[in-house]
């Protein structure tokens, strides 16, 4: 399996930006799919952005979309997702993911390893 090490969560001001990133070793980071979610306190589990192996496919949440950007660079075995215009709301633990099918990553059936998370807290 892939091992994941999410890294660059932190404290921001409301309208702010962070970028996450999500470094992959142990095996071929190309070989997944890869996503993002999170998870704030007595809530769910929630996805945010998927990426294909190439990096030529991406969806978003609708919560999210126009906001982040997922992306990902298979030659430093790196996976990002960039926040902009944060709000109190996304106050939460981000976790990246890798699986094995883009389509179904929404769903998490198909998440083979997760990373530990990073805390993203916006403050208003």
């Known amino acids: 399996q892939v091992q994941l090490v999410e890294s660059g969560g932190g404290l921001v001001q409301a309208g702010g930006s962070l970028r996450l990133s999500c470094a992959a070793s142990g095996r071929t980071f190309s070989n997944y799919d890869m996503g993002w979610f999170r998870q704030a306190p007595g809530k769910e589990r929630e996805f945010l952005a998927a990426i294909n192996w190439s990096g030529r496919s991406t969806n978003y949440a609708d919560s999210v979309k126009g906001r982040f950007t997922i992306s990902r660079d298979n030659a430093k075995n790196t996976g990002y997702l960039q926040m902009n215009s944060l709000k109190p709301e996304d106050t939460a633990v981000y976790y990246c993911?890798?699986?094995?099918?883009?389509?179904?990553?929404?769903?998490?059936?198909?998440?083979?390893?997760w990373g530990q998370g990073t805390q993203v807290t916006v403050s208003s």
């Open positions: 993911a890798a699986a094995s099918n883009y389509l179904k990553i929404a769903t998490m059936t198909t998440v083979q390893s």
